[in-house]
């Protein structure tokens, strides 16, 4: 089996014939792609000025690439370093949380209320989401549904309406200022269902209102949000009212997290801020994956239900069927204590050693409500490092950059991608 896992600072200390040659032979597939990609954009390049009509054939190559590229996510090719466990289920429960009276009255309460908690772990292990009504008063949906609906207000039909980082301003962690968000995200009910499945205490880092569909392409919230063990991530996304199947509700692609977790780097391109379109390009090639993985479904869910959904579970919010369909909703993102570190793929480089990670520390003071609201929102959720700011003193912690392969960078330049009109790339 050919062995991608390419550790660049290892080759830089044996540089030489034979250690060249070993690197040519282990690597050969990725040298040939890369020069053949290279080559293909030369003459694409020259065909192009010479003969507009041509870029209809170079787009079918860049499709077929793109489908290529999706073979090898779903045979798990690209990953050759396992990160541990990939379900909850397989986690070691957290000794001191799990022997907290807190804990015990969790259990007491999810044991009560669902009898079947052991059947609803199996599915989350298995399927990677599940759907149950929480107990969330109707005053405290009435409110979020309201804020919600302002944001729709502000940011759609506003005169003129708010566009762009103005929107994100308006619907991104309102925990800080707005009580019913808040509430929502510390709601009870949901944190003990989060430690029944994970065995782990959850804290909230992070909270979106979507009065629309999200128009999120599809993704898994592992580049957004990492945790080391993988499923120490989690979210909830809670129907602040009936959500309708033209509305766009929110589509998930059934067992799609067992598939190996994928970064920016392990596709061969740079990270989002070095180019504004190389996460859309990350999103086209797990779109092609999905579309040959399948098992696709939407949460078309009653109001105040509540879909959880693990880290590498693959979703997104399709364009609805009827425009302007409101679909009120909070999606709340979920770490849990006791991970060696969480960190953000999307923005990182593991090749290059620069890795933004999240600082707990910080997310901490943006629940304080000592603090003022403004403050609070101003405060930054991360802090950059290199691979080893986490584990150094961490014996058998494997780092962000040990865990994954190093084609080379040449998607970022290469693969094309098409903006569609109203097109969200969170």
Same mark, same amino acid.
């Given at each position: 089996?050919?062995?991608?896992?390419?550790?660049?600072?290892?080759?830089?200390?044996?540089?030489? /014939?034979?250690?060249?040659?070993?690197?040519?032979?282990?690597?050969?597939?990725?040298?040939?792609?890369?020069?053949?990609?290279?080559?293909?954009?030369?003459?694409?390049?020259?065909?192009?000025?010479?003969?507009?009509?041509?870029?209809?054939?170079?787009?079918?190559?860049?499709?077929?690439?793109?489908?290529?590229?999706?073979?090898?996510?779903?045979?798990?090719?690209?990953?050759?370093?396992?990160?541990?466990?990939?379900?909850?289920?397989?986690?070691?429960?957290?000794?001191?949380?799990?022997?907290?009276?807190?804990?015990?009255?969790?259990?007491?309460?999810?044991?009560?209320?669902? /009898?079947?908690?052991?059947?609803?772990?199996?599915?989350?292990?298995?399927?990677?989401?599940?759907?149950?009504?929480?107990?969330?008063?109707?005053?405290?949906?009435?409110?979020?549904?309201?804020?919600?609906?302002?944001?729709?207000?502000?940011?759609?039909?506003?005169?003129?309406?708010?566009?762009?980082?103005?929107?994100?301003?308006?619907?991104?962690?309102?925990?800080?200022?707005?009580?019913?968000?808040?509430?929502?995200?510390? *709601?009870?009910?949901?944190?003990?269902?989060?430690?029944?499945?994970?065995?782990?205490? /959850?804290?909230?880092?992070?909270?979106?209102?979507?009065?629309?569909?999200?128009?999120?392409?599809?993704?898994?919230?592992?580049?957004?949000?990492?945790?080391? /063990?993988?499923?120490?991530?989690?979210?909830?996304?809670?129907?602040?009212?009936?959500?309708?199947?033209?509305?766009?509700?929110?589509?998930?692609?059934?067992?799609?997290?067992?598939?190996?977790?994928?970064?920016?780097?392990?596709?061969?391109?740079?990270?989002?801020?070095?180019?504004?379109?190389?996460?859309?390009?990350?999103?086209?090639?797990?779109?092609?994956?999905?579309?040959?993985?399948?098992?696709?479904?939407?949460?078309?869910?009653?109001?105040?239900?509540?879909?959880?959904?693990?880290? *590498?579970?693959?979703?997104?919010?399709?364009?609805?069927?009827?425009?302007?369909?409101?679909?009120?909703?909070?999606?709340?993102?979920?770490?849990?204590?006791?991970?060696?570190?969480?960190?953000?793929?999307?923005?990182?480089?593991?090749?290059?050693?620069?890795?933004?990670?999240?600082?707990?520390?910080?997310?901490?003071?943006?629940?304080?409500?000592?603090?003022?609201?403004?403050?609070?929102?101003?405060?930054?959720?991360?802090?950059?490092?290199?691979?080893?700011?986490?584990?150094?003193?961490?014996?058998?912690?494997?780092?962000?950059?040990?865990?994954?392969?190093?084609?080379?960078?040449?998607?970022?330049?290469?693969?094309?991608?098409?903006?569609?009109?109203?097109?969200?790339?969170?």
């Amino acid at each position: 089996m050919l062995n991608t896992n390419f550790n660049e600072r290892e080759c830089d200390r044996n540089k030489g /014939p034979l250690s060249w040659l070993a690197f040519f032979l282990r690597h050969r597939l990725y040298v040939f792609l890369a020069l053949f990609l290279i080559l293909f954009a030369l003459l694409l390049s020259r065909e192009t000025i010479e003969n507009p009509l041509s870029r209809k054939n170079g787009e079918e190559i860049i499709s077929s690439i793109h489908s290529g590229i999706a073979k090898t996510v779903l045979a798990g090719s690209l990953t050759n370093v396992q990160l541990g466990p990939l379900v909850a289920g397989d986690l070691t429960p957290h000794p001191t949380f799990t022997g907290s009276d807190r804990f015990k009255k969790m259990m007491e309460f999810i044991e009560k209320r669902h /009898p079947n908690i052991d059947k609803i772990r199996k599915q989350f292990d298995e399927e990677g989401f599940i759907v149950f009504k929480p107990e969330i008063p109707e005053a405290t949906l009435a409110a979020a549904a309201a804020f919600t609906e302002d944001v729709y207000r502000n940011c759609s039909v506003g005169s003129p309406p708010i566009g762009g980082a103005g929107c994100r301003d308006l619907h991104q962690d309102r925990y800080t200022d707005i009580p019913a968000i808040r509430d929502i995200a510390m *709601n009870f009910h949901i944190h003990s269902m989060m430690a029944a499945l994970h065995q782990h205490e /959850p804290f909230p880092f992070q909270t979106l209102n979507y009065p629309l569909t999200s128009l999120a392409r599809t993704h898994s919230d592992y580049v957004h949000f990492a945790a080391h /063990p993988l499923p120490l991530m989690a979210a909830s996304w809670v129907a602040l009212i009936d959500v309708k199947p033209e509305a766009g509700p929110v589509f998930y692609h059934r067992g799609s997290h067992k598939l190996p977790h994928y970064n920016m780097q392990d596709f061969g391109l740079d990270n989002r801020h070095e180019h504004h379109l190389n996460y859309a390009k990350y999103q086209d090639v797990q779109f092609s994956a999905m579309e040959r993985f399948g098992n696709r479904y939407e949460a078309v869910i009653p109001k105040g239900h509540c879909l959880i959904w693990s880290a *590498n579970l693959i979703h997104g919010g399709p364009e609805a069927k009827k425009e302007r369909t409101l679909r009120l909703s909070q999606v709340t993102h979920f770490f849990f204590r006791g991970a060696n570190y969480q960190w953000a793929p999307v923005a990182s480089d593991v090749g290059k050693g620069k890795i933004e990670y999240y600082d707990t520390d910080a997310v901490a003071k943006k629940w304080d409500e000592n603090l003022p609201s403004e403050e609070r929102r101003k405060i930054s959720k991360f802090v950059g490092g290199d691979c080893e700011t986490f584990t150094k003193d961490k014996p058998g912690v494997v780092s962000p950059c040990e865990m994954h392969s190093r084609p080379p960078r040449v998607f970022s330049k290469l693969l094309d991608h098409k903006s569609a009109q109203g097109e969200s790339i969170m």
